[in-house]
């Protein structure tokens, strides 16, 4: 069982940052990939980032590539999600979600084992 809260959502203007972060809770979190997902209201959730239990190898949509940077912090229990030159179609509830994976694999997907409550990040001047 784990249990996953993110905290770190707000509003920022267009070109913006803002440090998503998601405090993991529970055993064995090697065996756990890590997602970060968004859904957008009239629109398909959308996996936006996803890092191995290792920590080693991730995964990001071609929408947010070389704008988002996902990490983890094992001795803290903590993974997060940078997401820098925000863009109002940006905007949504974003999820951070563990899958019992192998501790190299980075594939996380929309049926993940864990949720989170989520937290609202909103891009607007």
């Known amino acids: 069982q784990l249990h996953l809260v993110e905290s770190g959502g707000g509003l920022v203007q267009p070109g913006g940052s803002l440090r998503l972060s998601c405090a993991v809770s529970g055993t064995g979190l090697d065996h756990y990939a890590i997602g970060w997902i968004r859904q957008v209201p009239g629109r398909q959730r959308e996996g936006v980032a996803c890092?191995?239990?290792?920590?080693?190898?991730?995964n990001y949509s071609a929408s947010v590539k070389g704008r988002f940077a996902i990490s983890r912090d094992s001795a803290k229990n903590m993974v997060y999600l940078q997401m820098n030159d925000l863009k109002p179609e940006d905007t949504a509830p974003y999820y951070c979600?563990?899958?019992?994976?192998?501790?190299?694999?980075?594939?996380?997907?929309?049926?993940?084992?864990?949720w989170g409550e989520g937290t609202q990040v909103t891009v607007s001047s």
């Open positions: 979600a563990a899958k019992g994976r192998k501790p190299d694999q980075a594939l996380c997907g929309f049926f993940m084992d864990y």
């Open positions: 890092i191995s239990g290792n920590g080693a190898s991730t």
